[in-house]
């Protein structure tokens, strides 16, 4: 089983603002990765290092927010 991150980690708001469609492949899967399907949709994350690399792949289609 996975280690889950402590719940007094830093905590990061993801929200898509652009389409998906159009982009490259590896920006898709991020964004998907993410947990974001639609435009408008949020996701409040904790910042580890590999969901910063995954937003810094699609920082394009993102909005993001310090929680």
């Known amino acids: 089983m996975a280690k889950?991150?402590?719940?007094?980690?830093?905590q990061?708001?993801?929200?898509?603002?652009?389409?998906?469609?159009g982009q490259i492949k590896s920006h898709q899967a991020s964004v998907r990765g993410?947990?974001?399907r639609r435009i408008r949709d949020s996701r409040v994350l904790?910042?580890?290092p590999e969901v910063l690399?995954?937003?810094r792949s699609a920082t394009h289609l993102?909005?993001?927010e310090q929680v």
């Not at 889950?4 to 830093?10: E, H, I, R």
Request: charged residues 15%.
């Open 12 to 21: 990061v708001k993801v929200t898509l603002v652009k389409s998906i469609y």
């Open 34 to 36: 993410l947990g974001l």
């Open 53 to 55: 690399g995954m937003i």
């Open 4 to 10: 889950q991150p402590a719940a007094s980690g830093k």
């Open 62 to 64: 993102l909005k993001v």
């Open 46 to 48: 904790i910042e580890t």
